[in-house]
């Protein structure tokens, strides 16, 4: 738990994010290095986490550490292994049974065995799957991590005990006055920001998804957290600073369009970050995982 009194006192100057940045990258070393030690008996890493929990950039900052050790690594999407979705079908978006666990089943194998596979690509505008042309054969000593938000779910794959098993998430709340901004929120937050400047989505469309998204989260993600070897808290001391910059008064514009529900949600939002000092987004690193969902 970390509350507003702590990061407006901590995070003032470049300087004071550049080592909340090289913290989290640090993390991630002491990661790196416990994969590097069970290499040779599980080259195959499954990093898994909810909508918005940094998965992405956590699994590229892990594949930095690693080539950078010699130990070249590569980094696929479970997304790529989703099954064409038929018009007017439907389907639960946060299902595992989207995965074509079978495909997915026979690349893990070929991979662990060093067998040259050709990987799946999929096409979010059409919704269909298909083939990307581009060959990828693991040389002994080299390492393939999958992310994904199902990456832990035993139902989409049986990996034999050859991978080893990573959870990426949200862990610290935010406290303000009385109250407590939880870290689906925080996740939340990452989600609109991203969804703004990557996706042109409204506000309003990500309030309308969020639950869904949280109810496949509970159903289909979060129980097999436990399975992981290692959990890692993505959260990012200075980050709600940044939110209240870029995102803090549209929440408060978009209220009026929401539902109840959701309403109930978007005043949370605004009543914690109404206390949180605005970040200076140029003061950012590049680097940075917060990055991932405010843009470069």
């Known amino acids: 738990m970390v509350t507003v009194k702590e990061i407006n006192a901590k995070f003032k100057t470049r300087e004071d994010l550049v080592a909340e940045d090289a913290g989290y990258f640090g993390k991630l070393v002491e990661v790196a290095d416990k994969i590097a030690v069970n290499a040779e008996e599980k080259p195959i890493i499954m990093l898994a986490g909810a909508s918005g929990s940094g998965k992405t950039t956590t699994a590229k900052m892990i594949e930095s550490v690693l080539d950078g050790r010699g130990m070249e690594t590569h980094v696929l999407s479970l997304d790529d292994y989703f099954k064409t979705i038929e018009p007017n079908v439907p389907v639960d978006l946060e299902s595992p049974d989207r995965i074509n666990k079978d495909l997915l089943s026979e690349h893990f194998k070929a991979l662990a065995e ?113 399975v992981a070897d290692i959990s890692i808290n993505s959260f990012i001391g200075y980050e709600p600073m940044a939110y ?31 206390k949180v000092d605005g970040a200076d987004i140029s003061l950012i690193p590049e680097n940075s995982l917060v990055r991932e969902f405010i843009g470069r």
Do not use: M, W
């Open 114 to 226: 060093c067998r040259e596979i050709e990987l799946p690509e999929f096409d979010f505008l059409t919704q269909t799957s298909g083939r990307s042309g581009k060959k990828l054969k693991r040389k002994r000593g080299e390492l393939v991590i999958y992310e994904g938000i199902h990456a832990l779910n035993p139902a989409i794959i049986d990996d034999g005990g050859r991978a080893f098993r990573l959870s990426v998430g949200v862990f610290d709340g935010l406290a303000y006055d009385n109250g407590v901004l939880s870290p689906d929120y925080i996740r939340l937050l990452r989600r609109i920001s991203r969804d703004r400047i990557f996706r042109g989505r409204e506000i309003a469309e990500t309030f309308a998804f969020f639950k869904s998204v949280e109810e496949g989260n509970i159903k289909y993600i979060r129980p097999y957290e436990g």
């Open 244 to 274: 209240k910059t870029l995102v803090y008064d549209d929440i408060k514009d978009s209220i009026k369009y929401l539902r109840d529900d959701e309403t109930e949600i978007a005043e949370e939002i605004v009543a914690a970050l109404e």
